[in-house]
DNA sequence: TCAATAAAGGACAATTTTATCCTATATTAA
DNA sequence: TTAATATAGGATAAAATTGTCCTTTATTGA
């Protein structure tokens, strides 16, 4: 469904919101442990989102990733897959074709549509905060 | 969503329903130019639909691939699915966790599972001879 | 029976995705 | 100001997926 590269962003921005919302910043290190995923391929994605400002970083001792509390407010789960998968997810045909659209579609394209309008829909509507807040519950986890 | 050889397989298959529909086998030369796919890499991939005994071949002049018509009720795009990915979609985790069930479950897990039943529920309630009759309507295309 | 046609399948090649390594640069605290 | 810590980013490597090539085997029709 996802790419690897976005499945690891995902996870580890759940965890730097995590820990922003105790007021921790969230250390490469940290992040490739509470979600079991490979460093140095972890810190280009995370490099990425923060070059399109969904996360911050600070650099140094005491630096790591962080989000300011309104970032985590807005930040919603489809701008993560946006920027990590692009939007091939909602707009590629389920059958690989490159031009099926309305106009002219595959076979499967309506049944298709609803589908991935569903999952758009649900990353769109979801934001890091409401994960948080979730996740107090806490019978969830976010490695293996 | 789905692997090239799932998306190669499915139109693979929806030509081979719609020719033996008109009482024609499908050549892999005549597949892989319908459905725009590699050949090779195409008949690698009937190959294992034969195996399955999702469709049926013959070897020789005049023949190729072809499906009965019983099987054409019965065939659902869920088997198709099946066969060449695996049930991977449906149960692997949104976040690519190992362990994510409804006892253990990842911060996404509920929010997935409802969307990659319903998907599961299309692909099983979508048989072949379904998509034939569709078709005749013929504002569908299987190629680019 | 022979030639042509077509699928079966093993070995291998290219491409894409995933992952690592290493150096540079910035920042903090002592 | 220096040592330690941490992100940034280029260059490579490994693994998985996608795709090709070539030989074998079966079947049909003339």
């Known amino acids: 469904m996802f790419s ?3 499945e690891y962003g995902l996870r580890a921005v759940i965890f730097i919101a995590q820990q922003s919302h105790l007021g921790h910043k969230a250390s490469l290190t940290s992040i490739s442990q509470a979600v ?6 972890t810190a280009k994605i995370l490099q990425q989102l ?3 400002n969904l996360i911050d970083s ?32 909602y707009t ?16 499967l394209h ?4 609803a589908i991935k309008e569903e999952l758009q829909a649900m990353l769109q509507n979801t934001t890091l905060i409401m994960l948080v807040n979730e996740m107090n519950l806490d019978r969830f986890h976010l490695k293996r």
């Open 36 to 41: 079991d995923s490979p460093p140095a391929f």
């Open 4 to 6: 690897k590269s976005c």
């Open 58 to 89: 600070s650099k140094g001792p005491k630096g790591g990733f962080f989000m300011a509390p309104e970032a985590m407010k807005n930040l919603t789960l489809e701008a993560v897959v946006s920027v990590l998968d692009g939007d091939s997810i």
């Open 92 to 107: 590629n045909c389920g059958l690989g074709l490159k031009q099926c659209n309305d106009k002219k579609p595959c076979p």
């Open 110 to 113: 309506f049944k298709f549509v």
């Open 50 to 52: 923060v070059k399109n």
